[in-house]
């Protein structure tokens, strides 16, 4: 590779090293023999070559390695050359004299070419920086940075054994990627740089794990998708954040479908201003739809919407400022701008703050759902989409329990008529409003402590990019009536969480206190994606699966719907959860989510 000379001294020192120990042990021990001699030493060569061409010359990390590594190393290169030379010779005293000059000058020689790891010396006001990646992004970054005043590039590591030892722009190889935290703690390296932009996600994350052990800051260069479409430079560079860690792969949409479904159609989005109903208005821009209706009851977050948009598109965008729990106001809405397309994101959400107010949250998420979706099927809508929640499945709380409640609605609806309802169903995402993560970021700011339920407790998570694409391609694939479920992946403990947010600041896990408080109210330890009485139908695509999920009779809910009202504040909550966990009589439908 241009720009890089292969080292071949430490193979030059043991042939010497391994000898020496042949020649001495031979002379003070054996009669001379040239035969014998001869033999014995070519046997050395030979299981030498052997050696370190089975092993790539197995110690070709040896200059950041580990001590007990080291002693390890060292003895089993002794052992595999010791054994086949003294078969030959046949003399056990010699052997053992011979392992015990080569162990000597071995250990001697492996501590020599520790000692010459490079000491560079820290240059006032640059960070002494270590490279992941030794492959042309990684060249093209140094290149750039090497003479950065912010930047003193100590060295590379990676996972290409062929490269260690290697030096690329005069800066070397020094080990593989497993070895970081031992080799950054030998060269006293202050942040980490990952320069391997084509790396999948699910590597990059467990590499960053790697890096949050270290307790080092670390950055990262843009992705291939940053460089190709946005056109983002390789020198770059960004911190990592929690997403990174998720280590989930970029969802491929089908395109074709979405447009086809969205473009040059009217797209009403309720909760615009929120975490995903203003990514999911984002998303819709791109597809290019004949109008877009924001449609929200905060007026600063759904300016701060048409602002964002305004500025990156030339779709007409629509302001609206209406409370979904206002019939009169839904029906004018649906009226003037006859929407093709409703994404129903607007809902309360947090879960302990819904435990205080459960009629509060009955009348937005329930009956806000019911005015919304009824006025949609009044004026023809051809497609509805409620976002759920995993929290709606077996829900203890009243914010899980009136989601459920919301779904049973939107079936009910899906039953009759020409509009195609569809829920979404997804766990938590990182980053919205509501979500643990600007809680831990808050309580490190103030220095601690953070707070935790509890040690074992465990959420899914998605971003929220991810989450509102896959929101948008059930919307194509419905034929009315699916409950969609998004897979979530593995679930992520929460103290895990916790404590790789505190290394993301750039502080060491004992400089925060995490603090256990116990479960709240309505508090689950373990979220599910399946319900007691769901099955999963079938895959729909990619990270997008069919559930059959129950379905009450209409008298149920229209049960629920003047009961509800009359029931004392101190039997509320027991009723709403009792009503979204029964076992209602099921309504026949053959296909979709409904059964």
Request: proline share 4%; hydrophobic share 45%.
């Amino acid at each position: 590779m241009k720009g890089i000379k292969r080292n071949k001294k430490w193979m030059v020192m043991d042939v010497l090293v391994l000898s020496i120990a042949h020649v001495t042990t031979h002379f003070l021990l054996l009669e001379y023999n040239a035969k014998t001699f001869w033999i014995s030493y070519i046997t050395l060569l030979i299981a030498f070559i052997t050696m370190s061409q089975l092993s790539h010359f197995y110690y070709r990390d040896m200059r950041t390695m580990p001590s007990h590594q080291l002693l390890i190393h060292v003895l089993s290169i002794t052992a595999a050359l010791s054994i086949p030379t003294f078969l030959v010779v046949g003399n056990l005293v010699a052997g053992i004299v011979f392992t015990t000059i080569a162990i000597t000058l071995i250990w001697c020689s492996r501590a020599a070419i520790q000692w010459q790891i490079p000491k560079v010396q820290p240059q006032e006001n640059r960070i002494r920086t270590i490279v992941i990646g030794a492959g042309e992004a990684g060249r093209l970054v140094v290149q750039r940075l090497k003479n950065h005043s912010s930047y003193q590039i100590i060295g590379f590591v990676d996972d290409d054994y062929q490269k260690i030892g290697y030096e690329i722009h005069q800066i070397p190889v020094l080990s593989e990627i497993k070895l970081l935290p031992s080799t950054v703690a030998k060269l006293q390296v202050e942040q980490i740089l990952i320069a391997i932009p084509s790396l999948s996600k699910e590597r990059l994350a467990k590499i960053m794990q790697l890096c949050v052990t270290t307790g080092l800051k670390t950055r990262i260069v843009p992705s291939l998708e940053e460089m190709l479409i946005h056109n983002v430079a390789i020198n770059k560079v960004r911190d990592i954040n929690i997403d990174d860690l998720l280590g989930r792969d970029e969802v491929t949409l089908d395109e074709e479908a979405l447009r086809s479904t969205v473009t040059k159609r009217t797209v009403l989005v309720t909760g615009a201003g929120g975490s995903i109903g203003s990514e999911i208005c984002r998303q819709l821009a791109n597809l290019q739809p004949d109008q877009l209706i924001l449609l929200g009851h905060g007026e600063n977050s759904i300016y701060a919407i048409y602002e964002e948009l305004k500025s990156s598109t030339s779709i007409p965008l629509v302001k609206v400022i209406a409370d979904i729990r206002d019939e009169s106001a839904i029906n004018d809405v649906m009226a003037q701008y006859q929407p093709h397309i409703v994404y129903h994101a607007a809902a309360h959400k947090h879960v302990p703050l819904m435990e205080d107010n459960a009629r509060e949250s009955v009348k937005n998420n329930v009956f806000g759902t019911k005015i919304v979706a009824t006025a949609a099927k009044r004026h023809a809508v051809e497609r509805f989409v409620l976002i759920s929640s995993d929290k709606a499945v077996d829900p203890p709380n009243i914010m899980g329990a009136t989601k459920r409640i919301a779904e049973m609605v939107i079936q009910q609806l899906a039953l009759t008529g020409t509009t195609k309802f569809a829920i979404v169903r997804f766990g938590n995402v990182l980053g919205s409003r509501g979500s643990v993560i600007p809680l831990f970021q808050q309580q490190i700011t103030r220095g601690g402590p953070i707070t935790i339920t509890d040690e074992r407790m465990t959420r899914y998570f998605m971003t929220i990019p991810e989450a509102s694409r896959l929101v948008l391609q059930a919307s194509a694939l419905t034929e009315g009536g699916e409950v969609f479920v998004l897979d979530m992946g593995e679930p992520v403990k929460i103290i895990e969480l916790a404590k790789s947010l505190i290394h993301l600041s750039g502080l060491s896990a004992s400089a925060i206190e995490i603090k256990v408080t116990g479960m709240r109210a309505g508090e689950k330890l373990h979220e599910s994606l399946q319900g007691t009485h769901e099955k999963i139908l079938r895959k729909a695509f990619n990270k997008i699966y069919v559930m059959r999920t129950p379905c009450c009779e209409p008298a149920y809910l229209t049960t629920f719907f003047h009961e509800v009202w009359h029931v004392p504040e101190t039997q509320l909550k027991a009723y709403i959860l009792d009503f979204a966990n029964a076992e209602p009589a099921m309504a026949k439908r053959s296909e979709g989510g409904v059964t």
